[in-house]
């Protein structure tokens, strides 16, 4: 691993993303595998005078849980999670897996027993968040499993994360500035709309996409990512105050490991009606009915990062793809005016960019019924693209 590219990114985070202050409690979660990159934010954290503190996972303990635990167990939720949340100040969390695929033949009911055991946290957090108590960051470590789901070597995994992030160029926090100024015309614009349309001509046998997603200015905020909650980032988003019509996304919808491939969602006052796959649909019925939230649209978002190209079964990164588009079923952020609470938070992404070899043509986004991304390009100067 690039020691100096680590500490790069450890700046970044904790002076750019996590904005952390003298005397902050900071709390840095990773699997051990990531050790590297997390004593790069300890000394990063020490040196901007705040108290770090690791509080370590194991993706091996989990997979224990869930084949050896009882549903009592699995949906305990510990008082020392409870604690954490409510005192500290920021909180810096890596993704490392060993294995993406380990938990692919777990029951169903015993994974969402596990995200119900999380929902409180989670609540918790986004409520911090939108307080403007908690400042929170999540970022990938490059591993070997996670290299091979985006059919790439450890080698070349790393160079895409690292320029995801922008850590290739002479200042990156910079260079995020810019993002943020880019995306800022984009949040502006659309902050005074009302109603998106989203829509993608048939291909590959289905029958398209046309979505009706209401974004009442009065009730929903647009919110400019630009690095400091996803790190790498690039998107707009916010809280659907009503969405009709159906969507078909492009790209597998990949949740704890599972591929859910071909998936179609239908929806109806706000609500996923019909929801069809064509690998893995049993599993995507258990996810969006282990709540009464899981079927409303906690989130609707533009990909703005054009410098992510390509699927990699992250959604860390899909989700950024500049071009696409993508929406999550379940929980919603506070500060973007949802409301809906769930235990699920399941991005899905759709491509809008044409793909000549594949036989699929672009698609449109509009506001108020006028275009303003065609062909996953935004179509006025300056908005990037």
């Known amino acids: 691993m690039n020691t100096a590219m680590l500490d790069r990114l450890a700046d970044v985070l904790v002076a750019y993303s996590a904005r952390v202050k003298k005397g902050d409690l900071v709390v840095i979660t990773g699997d051990p595998v990531a050790l590297p990159a997390i004593r790069a934010v300890y000394r990063s954290v020490l040196a901007a005078g705040a108290n770090p503190v690791w509080q370590p996972t194991s993706e091996e303990l989990i997979d224990d849980l869930l084949e050896c635990g009882s549903l009592d167990q699995i949906a ?56 403007g108590k908690l400042r929170w960051v999540g970022t990938q470590y490059p591993t070997e499993a996670s290299a091979q789901d985006a059919e790439m070597s450890l080698r070349q995994y790393e160079k895409f994360v690292f320029e995801a992030g922008l850590l290739h160029l002479p200042d990156p926090v910079a260079e995020w500035g810019k993002v943020h100024e880019r995306q800022e015309r984009v949040r502006g614009f659309l902050q005074t709309k009302t109603e998106l ?28 990512c630009s690095g400091h909650e996803n790190f790498p980032d690039g998107e707009v988003f ?54 009464e939230g899981a079927r409303n649209l906690g989130e609707i978002a533009i990909g ?52 000549a070899a594949k036989g699929r043509p672009g698609g449109t986004i509009e506001a108020d019924g006028k275009v303003f991304h065609r062909d996953g390009k935004f179509l006025l100067d300056g908005w990037g693209g």
């Open 238 to 291: 916010t809280g659907p105050q009503g969405v009709e019509g159906h969507v078909n996304y492009t790209f597998p919808a990949v949740y704890n490991g599972r591929e859910v491939e071909g998936v179609r969602l239908a929806f109806k006052g706000g609500r996923v009606v019909d929801a069809a796959a064509k690998k893995n649909e049993a599993f995507l019925h258990e996810m969006l009915d282990q709540d």
């Open 304 to 355: 703005t990062n054009y410098g992510i190209t390509e699927f990699s079964r992250n959604t860390l990164f899909d989700e950024k793809i500049g071009g696409t588009f993508h929406a999550a079923c379940g929980a919603g952020y506070p500060e973007s005016g949802s409301h809906n609470q769930s235990g699920l938070h399941w991005d899905m992404v759709c491509d809008l960019r044409p793909n």
């Open 197 to 224: 349309r989203f829509r993608a001509p048939a291909a590959d046998g289905h029958d398209g996409t046309d979505l009706r997603v209401n974004v009442d200015p009065a009730k929903a905020t647009w919110v400019n």
């Open 76 to 131: 305990f939720v510990s008082p020392l999670a409870s604690h954490t949340v409510e005192t500290m100040d920021a909180t810096i969390r890596f993704w490392a897996e060993r294995n993406t695929r380990s938990r692919t033949r777990v029951d169903a009911k015993r994974l969402t027993a596990t995200q119900q055991a999380r929902k409180p946290f989670l609540t918790r957090l986004l409520a911090r968040a939108a307080e």
